[in-house]
Nanobody, 115 residues
Framework: QVQLVESGGGLVQPGGSLRLSCAAS????????MGWYRQAPGKQRDVVAT???????NYADAVKGRFTISRDNAKNTMYLQMNSLEPEHSGVYYC?????????WGQGTQVTVSS
Protein backbone atom coordinates (compact mmCIF):
# COMPACT_ATOMS: atom_id res chain seq x y z
CA GLN A 1 0.00 0.00 0.00
CA VAL A 2 0.98 3.62 -0.46
CA GLN A 3 2.01 5.60 2.61
CA LEU A 4 1.28 9.34 2.63
CA VAL A 5 3.29 11.65 4.88
CA GLU A 6 2.08 15.21 5.35
CA SER A 7 4.09 18.17 6.56
CA GLY A 8 3.95 21.96 6.66
CA GLY A 9 1.10 22.56 9.06
CA GLY A 10 1.32 24.76 12.11
CA LEU A 11 0.27 28.05 13.64
CA VAL A 12 0.13 31.14 11.46
CA GLN A 13 -1.24 34.65 11.89
CA PRO A 14 -4.15 35.93 9.79
CA GLY A 15 -2.92 37.01 6.38
CA GLY A 16 0.01 34.63 6.51
CA SER A 17 0.92 31.72 4.27
CA LEU A 18 1.71 28.03 4.60
CA ARG A 19 2.66 25.32 2.15
CA LEU A 20 1.51 21.80 2.89
CA SER A 21 3.30 18.81 1.40
CA CYS A 22 2.09 15.25 0.94
CA ALA A 23 4.85 12.79 0.09
CA ALA A 24 3.97 9.31 -1.15
CA SER A 25 6.08 6.22 -0.59
CA UNK A 26 5.46 5.06 -4.15
CA UNK A 27 4.79 6.50 -7.55
CA UNK A 28 1.67 8.62 -7.88
CA UNK A 29 1.32 8.82 -11.65
CA UNK A 30 -1.19 5.97 -11.67
CA UNK A 31 -3.52 7.84 -9.32
CA UNK A 32 -5.68 10.03 -11.50
CA UNK A 33 -7.06 12.25 -8.73
CA MET A 34 -5.28 13.81 -5.78
CA GLY A 35 -6.69 16.32 -3.34
CA TRP A 36 -6.71 18.11 -0.03
CA TYR A 37 -9.57 17.98 2.47
CA ARG A 38 -10.20 19.98 5.64
CA GLN A 39 -12.06 18.95 8.77
CA ALA A 40 -12.93 21.37 11.56
CA PRO A 41 -14.12 20.21 15.01
CA GLY A 42 -17.69 18.93 14.83
CA LYS A 43 -17.77 19.27 11.05
CA GLN A 44 -17.54 16.85 8.17
CA ARG A 45 -14.45 16.47 6.07
CA ASP A 46 -14.87 18.74 3.05
CA VAL A 47 -12.87 18.97 -0.13
CA VAL A 48 -10.57 21.96 -0.43
CA ALA A 49 -8.90 21.34 -3.78
CA THR A 50 -8.31 18.53 -6.25
CA UNK A 51 -5.97 17.95 -9.17
CA UNK A 52 -6.10 15.28 -11.86
CA UNK A 53 -3.24 13.49 -13.56
CA UNK A 54 -3.81 15.80 -16.51
CA UNK A 55 -3.36 18.89 -14.36
CA UNK A 56 -6.99 19.95 -14.09
CA UNK A 57 -7.65 21.69 -10.77
CA ASN A 58 -10.80 22.41 -8.81
CA TYR A 59 -11.22 24.50 -5.68
CA ALA A 60 -13.84 25.02 -3.04
CA ASP A 61 -15.42 28.45 -3.43
CA ALA A 62 -14.07 29.57 -0.06
CA VAL A 63 -10.44 29.17 -1.12
CA LYS A 64 -10.49 30.26 -4.76
CA GLY A 65 -7.80 32.84 -5.35
CA ARG A 66 -6.06 31.98 -2.06
CA PHE A 67 -4.94 28.35 -2.39
CA THR A 68 -3.05 26.57 -5.15
CA ILE A 69 -2.80 22.80 -5.50
CA SER A 70 -0.01 21.16 -7.47
CA ARG A 71 1.66 17.79 -7.92
CA ASP A 72 5.19 16.75 -8.80
CA ASN A 73 5.20 13.20 -10.13
CA ALA A 74 8.99 13.04 -10.22
CA LYS A 75 9.09 13.69 -6.47
CA ASN A 76 5.92 11.72 -5.70
CA THR A 77 4.66 14.74 -3.82
CA MET A 78 1.57 16.92 -3.79
CA TYR A 79 1.44 20.47 -2.46
CA LEU A 80 -1.10 22.98 -1.23
CA GLN A 81 0.08 26.58 -1.20
CA MET A 82 -2.16 28.57 1.15
CA ASN A 83 -2.05 32.37 1.05
CA SER A 84 -4.08 35.08 2.77
CA LEU A 85 -5.05 32.68 5.52
CA GLU A 86 -7.95 33.52 7.82
CA PRO A 87 -9.25 31.83 10.99
CA GLU A 88 -12.02 30.06 9.07
CA HIS A 89 -9.32 28.14 7.20
CA SER A 90 -8.24 26.40 10.40
CA GLY A 91 -8.65 22.66 10.71
CA VAL A 92 -6.98 19.35 10.10
CA TYR A 93 -5.89 18.99 6.49
CA TYR A 94 -5.79 15.55 4.90
CA CYS A 95 -4.27 14.61 1.58
CA UNK A 96 -5.89 12.01 -0.66
CA UNK A 97 -4.88 10.06 -3.73
CA UNK A 98 -7.17 7.75 -5.65
CA UNK A 99 -7.95 5.99 -8.87
CA UNK A 100 -10.98 3.95 -9.88
CA UNK A 101 -10.02 1.15 -7.50
CA UNK A 102 -7.90 2.49 -4.63
CA UNK A 103 -8.07 5.41 -2.22
CA UNK A 104 -5.39 6.46 0.29
CA TRP A 105 -5.52 9.11 3.00
CA GLY A 106 -2.75 10.86 4.86
CA GLN A 107 -2.75 11.09 8.65
CA GLY A 108 -3.69 14.77 8.66
CA THR A 109 -1.83 17.89 9.69
CA GLN A 110 -3.16 20.69 11.88
CA VAL A 111 -3.44 24.22 10.53
CA THR A 112 -4.34 26.96 12.99
CA VAL A 113 -4.81 30.57 11.90
CA SER A 114 -4.92 32.84 14.92
CA SER A 115 -3.49 36.10 16.22
Amino acid sequence: QVQLVESGGGLVQPGGSLRLSCAASGTIFRFNVMGWYRQAPGKQRDVVATITSGGTTNYADAVKGRFTISRDNAKNTMYLQMNSLEPEHSGVYYCLIKNWRLTYWGQGTQVTVSS
